[in-house]
Every structure is written in structure tokens, then in C-alpha cells.
């Protein structure tokens, strides 16, 4: 395909992610795919993040009602453009390919090997958990708008939807099975963590009390000694 049919496929994805996650593909064109989108994802996030910024700056000089202090913070907060354009970059080019490869692969596991919900390779689950990130690519810019932040959990819903669509289509298994392996991957992924923390809290918490109770000790009479000349 090329990068106008792309782009069409990703914004269909969107609307019709039964029709348009059918499409087989290896992992590099997943990633190719992804890349793909990801540079119109990250131009719009940048574009609308330093035109915030700029609009801000701009407004600065007409808000005299502002406190002095409160216009440094501003300048402090508004001027390092720079900053917009590295998140931009970090996320759409190392944060979701990672994330993409990670989830796929946990999803793989639980629905091949534990839930048995399917016979195809990581390939297959790889895209479509690619096809599930095109919602979160496409608007990650509202990240930047203040008053439309609240959409984001709704992107996060989306997301969902067309990943277990996605999945049940690539995998050639059921909606409700595609489901119950997203459900179960979270919910191991979550137990683990807990198990993680609870690991972490138990090394932790001897240590601390140990060194609570050095200091709170005092050896007798330390506090007597008298030094002569």
C-alpha cells in the first residue's frame, strides 16, 4: 500500500475495525505501518503543543490583571519549545513501538499458550495490537489541549474495542474469546505487579525498622562522657 492508502486504512480503523484489521502482515510491515502513522501522529502533537505555547506567550503581555511572578512562571513554562518537540519524539518513535511489542507479546502468551484461544503466531497479534494504537496515534495531540483532555479515556475505551475486534479477526477466533484474553492478560499483569510491590515493601521494611531502631539507641551513659583537657 502506499502512504495515502495508509493513512486511509488507519483513519478507517477507526469506524470499521472489523473490515479494515483482516489485512495480514508480518512484523515489519506492522512496524512500517506504524511508522507511518506515527510521523502524522507526532507532526499534530507537536504543531498543536507549540501553538499552545506560542498563543501563550502572545497573551502574556495583555494579562496585566496576572502578578509579576506569575508572568515569570509563565515565560519559564511557555519558552522551552524544545521540550514539546523531544515528548513528541520519545513517545511516537520508542514509547508505543515498545509498548506495541510488550503488549503483543503478553497478549500472545496468555491467548496461545495459557488460554489456548488461538493457534496463530505473534505476527498476527503483533498487528493487531498496531491496528488498536491507530485511535491513540491519531488524536495523542488532545494530550496538549487543556479542555479536551477528558477525551483521552474515551480514546482509552476505543482503544480496547478495536484491539479485542483486531485480535478476534487476525487470530480468527471469537469477539468473546479475544476478550477473555485481553481480561486475563490484564489481570496477570496486574498480580503480578501487586506481587512485585508486596516483594519490594517486605525486603524494604526490615531495613527501615533496623535503622530506626539504630538510631533511636543510645548506648548508656554515652551521653556523659566528659572530655578533660
Same mark, same amino acid.
Given at each position: ?79 522551552? %519549545?524544545?521540550? +514539546? =518537540?523531544?515528548?513528541?519524539? *520519545? ?6 513501538? /515498545?509498548? &506495541? $511489542? @510488550?503488549? !503483543? ?27 488498536? %494504537?491507530?485511535? +491513540? =496515534?491519531?488524536?495523542?495531540? *488532545? ?6 483532555? /477528558?477525551? &483521552? $479515556? @474515551?480514546? !482509552? ?31 496477570? =499483569? ?40
Amino acid at each position: 500500500m502506499g502512504y495515502g492508502s495508509d493513512i486511509g486504512k488507519a483513519w478507517n480503523l477507526l469506524w470499521h475495525p472489523e473490515r479494515e484489521s483482516k489485512q495480514r502482515m508480518d512484523i515489519m510491515s506492522s512496524l512500517k505501518f506504524y511508522y507511518e502513522i506515527g510521523i502524522v501522529g507526532m507532526l499534530a502533537y507537536v504543531f498543536v503543543g507549540v501553538g499552545l505555547l506560542a498563543l501563550g506567550i502572545s497573551l502574556l503581555p495583555y494579562t496585566s490583571f496576572i502578578p509579576m511572578q506569575a508572568h515569570f512562571l509563565a515565560y519559564s513554562v511557555f519558552l522551552p %519549545y524544545y521540550l +514539546v =518537540v523531544f515528548a513528541g519524539l *520519545l513517545v511516537f518513535l520508542v514509547l508505543f513501538p /515498545v509498548n &506495541i $511489542a @510488550v503488549n !503483543a507479546f503478553l497478549y500472545q502468551l496468555v491467548g496461545k499458550y495459557l488460554l489456548k484461544s488461538w493457534a496463530g503466531d505473534y505476527s498476527r497479534t503483533f498487528a493487531a495490537v498496531t491496528f488498536s %494504537y491507530m485511535p +491513540v =496515534v491519531l488524536f495523542f495531540w *488532545l494530550m496538549v489541549v487543556p479542555f479536551l483532555k /477528558v477525551l &483521552i $479515556a @474515551v480514546l !482509552a475505551i476505543w482503544q480496547i474495542a478495536v484491539l479485542i475486534i483486531a485480535l478476534s479477526e487476525q487470530q480468527r477466533t471469537t469477539r468473546q474469546a479475544a476478550f477473555v484474553a485481553w481480561l486475563a492478560t490484564l489481570v496477570l =499483569v496486574a498480580l503480578f505487579a501487586f506481587l512485585i510491590m508486596a516483594f519490594v515493601l517486605q525486603a524494604v521494611q526490615p531495613l527501615s525498622l533496623n535503622s530506626t531502631v539504630q538510631a533511636s539507641t543510645v548506648p548508656y551513659g554515652a551521653s556523659h562522657i566528659t572530655h578533660y583537657p
